[in-house]
């Protein structure tokens, strides 16, 4: 077992066109209390052609940037991996912002077992919250629930840590998932006998998204990457498809963070999400659509 100050983390952050928002994570982590000789940042642009401002790395400390063609942000946080020189990994994403101790909290948690899997809170936040939209009441109550993943053994990776033995065990993501990797990672663990624990103290700010474009762009990445892996299973996939929300529609009454009429306005979404994944479904499945990244 390490103690807490030796553990040295890789900070692995996938990125797609997405350089203004990674510039706020990169703020974040460059004011960690965590000790900055004691991790690293790589940045793996998964858009190779798209490069950074000029001026991007001014004053930031411990970043570096590399390339992966791969499409996929599995491919690019696999490249980051092999990249990467320490020992433990904490995985989060470019439009995240961690709090100043998130290092130190996912720290405190890894230190205490060889082979854990650390996930710790995504929290959803709106624009303006006196003025929260049917999309942002959405995300806030469906986004990334890491606490509800952790109660059925899965986390995001928006906020993930890990031993590097833990990941090549596992065998790293599977690299030709679209979405759905991390939790595919979380299932493979398991079977390793590899313990997921959760730390709530270990958070990272997430926007909510507030435009339908956002949304529809969100729904329709993980339906059409969903269809493509689970096509050869079609009816079961239809019938969860066609399926009253049941889970979902409970989620969302039972969130203590919405009003009532921010609650409703996120059911009125949900009907407008199932209807574009039945949609993307089968245009991927049956007329061979390809996936958005």
């Known amino acids: 077992m390490h103690k807490q100050n030796e553990i040295k983390f890789s900070v692995i952050i996938p990125t797609y066109s997405s350089w203004g928002k990674l510039s706020k994570c990169l703020a974040a982590l460059n004011k960690q209390t965590y000790d900055q000789d004691k991790f690293e940042v790589i940045v793996v642009n998964n858009l190779p052609g798209d490069k950074p401002p000029c001026t991007f790395l001014n004053n930031l400390n411990n970043i570096r940037i590399i390339e992966e063609s791969s499409p996929g942000s599995y491919a690019a946080r696999n490249k980051g991996v092999e990249s990467s020189k320490f020992r433990y990994l904490a995985f989060t994403d470019s439009d995240c912002i961690p709090t100043e101790n998130w290092l130190q909290e996912l720290a405190k948690k890894i230190m205490h077992s060889e082979t854990y899997l650390v996930s710790g809170k995504v929290n959803i936040f709106p624009k303006n919250a006196d003025m929260i939209n049917m999309v942002e009441a959405y995300d806030i109550a469906l986004g990334i629930n890491q606490h509800l993943y952790f109660k059925k053994g899965l986390a995001a990776t928006a906020n993930l840590a890990m031993k590097r033995e833990v990941f090549d065990l596992v065998d790293g993501f599977d690299s030709t998932l679209l979405s759905g990797g991390d939790m595919d990672f979380c299932r493979r663990a398991k079977l390793e006998g590899i313990k997921l624990v959760y730390n709530d103290l270990a958070i990272v700010h997430h926007p909510a ?40 529609i409970h989620i969302i009454v039972k969130n203590s963070d919405l009003s009532n009429k921010y609650k409703l306005k996120a059911l009125l979404v949900l009907l407008f999400v199932k209807i574009i994944q039945f949609k993307e479904y089968f245009a991927v499945l049956l007329f061979n659509k390809k996936p958005k990244r």
């Open 209 to 248: 998204r507030n435009s339908w474009g956002e949304l529809r762009e969100k729904v329709e990445r993980i339906s059409g990457a969903r269809a493509k892996v689970k096509g050869k299973d079609f009816l079961r996939y239809l019938i969860s498809i066609i399926s009253p929300p049941i889970v979902r």
